[in-house]
């Protein structure tokens, strides 16, 4: 008996590994050689495809495609029909498959990207940024930023729960009493300053 659960009308292909107490939902398809952490929530109609890397305890809604070269970290969200890419410049005539053709996209400890949002490839999106619903975000993001808009710009700060830090001068708070303390330390920069 595993120590995952799977819906019996998803698909798992061979040479993927599965972590403790992660579940897989209806109609999804895991494609070889993903590896897939702990504790990750999988929603249904999601696609993982070939040798994507998802850390522990992140959550994917319905209807997401995390295409080969996206990689997420732990604790990551991905909010309902959010859109990855991994082609620059996609063609159907001149097929680009395999790792040589893909710009890699990494998504950070605790980001959280809304739903209908899309992340063109070739971007990081920092630690615990949050992108808003239906941005489209085109280059990297910092970590904690607060990214909305078509292209996606950023309009302020975050605390590690998702919460708009405000900031006095160059220091802020989201005012929640169990969260940090922020400094800014530059236009794309803060640093904790603890609780």
């Known amino acids: 008996m595993s120590d995952f659960f799977v819906h019996e009308s998803s698909y798992v292909d061979e040479q993927v590994?599965?972590?403790?107490d992660t579940k897989i939902w209806h109609f999804s398809h895991i494609q070889a050689g993903a590896v897939i952490g702990e504790g990750v929530s999988i929603?249904?109609?999601?696609?993982?495809?070939?040798?994507?890397?998802?850390?522990?305890?992140?959550?994917?809604?319905n209807?997401?495609?995390v295409y080969e070269g996206v990689e997420l970290e732990d604790y990551v969200f991905c909010g309902p029909?959010?859109?990855f890419t991994n082609i620059l410049n996609p063609r159907s005539e001149f097929p680009q498959r395999g790792s040589d053709f893909y710009a890699p996209t990494l998504v950070k400890r605790s980001a959280?990207?809304?739903a209908n949002a899309t992340i063109v490839c070739g971007s990081t999106i920092g630690a615990y940024a949050l992108i808003a619903a239906g941005a489209v975000?085109?280059?990297?993001v910092p970590d904690h930023a607060l990214m909305v808009g078509v292209p996606?710009?950023?309009v302020g700060w975050v605390c590690k729960r998702g919460h708009r830090i405000q900031f006095k001068g160059h220091e802020g708070h989201c005012g929640h009493p169990e969260c940090e303390s922020?400094?800014?330390?530059?236009?794309?920069?803060?640093v904790s300053l603890g609780t």
Do not use: F, L
């Open 152 to 154: 996606a710009r950023q």
């Open 81 to 83: 029909s959010m859109v």
């Open 182 to 190: 922020y400094r800014q330390e530059g236009p794309e920069t803060i």
């Open 43 to 61: 929603g249904q109609n999601v696609n993982i495809g070939n040798n994507v890397r998802i850390g522990n305890a992140v959550k994917i809604q």
């Open 137 to 140: 975000v085109t280059q990297s």
């Open 17 to 20: 590994v599965i972590g403790k």
């Open 112 to 114: 959280s990207i809304g």
């Open 63 to 65: 209807n997401v495609s």
